[in-house]
């Protein structure tokens, strides 16, 4: 297995429907010169598209100036909104967010801006590859990555290797249907999703406060907040299922979620607890650990994955 000592440096690049980030990532797993914009979705995919790559170019001037003795980037790492074909690098299908986004070819027009080659994959998939290889699944083998934030996604890694199924359809884990009669309306256009019920938006929305961050203060003075109470229940339910499904050795919780703390994931672990097999209670449910950054630290590993190269990261068997 080659080292991180050998990787060479790699532009990675997180693209969202909110904002846009841009770094150059090193072997010691630092990324530097890291900028952030917003998207401006509502500009269409060409506009999205050119202030990713612009954003990209100011971040490798910076660092050709700053950290020339690195090296220069070798290759890029793409981490996206929406459903990738992580084969050719191309958008199968983004919401609204987004709008043109589906049927962009990323890898081959962020490929051809750079010279560089793209290594592009779901943003959710990018934040399970970095909590599985240098975040909190980092002993595991086998490991279920979600997020929940706006929506709910998730990343799935099986004997150390990134999981993506069909043309990059796997991890579609907010759309599990918990409630199948009489749920609530999803925004893909389904009833009953789990992400309807455990979201970061319906537990503001509910609770009647302004953002996450406002419920999350509240929360951690020991405010009761039902909404959170009830949206804990919710993903607890649904993880017990994706853990009778996949037998994951640990399950990492993490995206704006984290704001609310070990309380939170004390109770989401109380009713996992509840729906779980008795043999299946030994699944460790842990909090993230790479917070913001980890959508540009998968982008990176994805690279040098992408070039043959290996990271030094899953210790467990």
Known sequence: MNTPSTHSPVLVLDVGGTKIAAGVMTADHTVHCRQEISTLAQAGATAILNRAIE??????????????????P???????????DSATGSVLFATDNLPGWTGQSLGEQIGAAFGLPAFVENDAACFALAEATL?????????LVVAVGTGVGAGIVIDGALYTGWQGRAGAVGHLCIVPVDGRPCSCGLQGCLESYTATRIMVAEGGFSTIQALAAAYGRGQSV????????????????LAHTLGPQAIVIGGSVGLLGERYLDQVRQSFNCYTMPSHRAIS???AQLAADSGLL?????????QGLMVASVVGS
């Not at 975040?135 to 490991?143: D, E, F, I, N, Q």
């Not at 039902?226 to 299922?241: E, F, N, R, T, Y």
């Not at 998968?298 to 992408?306: C, F, I, K, P």
Request: proline share 5%; net charge positive; hydrophobic share 50%.
């Open 74 to 84: 070798a290759a890029i790492g793409l981490a996206s909104a929406g459903y990738i």
């Open 298 to 306: 998968g982008a990176g590993v994805l690279a040098w994955r992408g």
């Open 226 to 241: 039902p909404a959170v109470d009830d949206a804990a229940h919710w993903l607890g339910i649904g993880l017990a299922s």
């Open 285 to 287: 449910l842990l909090p």
């Open 135 to 143: 975040g909190a699944g980092r002993p595991y083998r086998h490991v």
């Open 55 to 72: 954003l990209g170019r100011q971040v490798l001037g910076r660092f050709a100036q700053a950290y020339a003795h690195f090296g220069a």
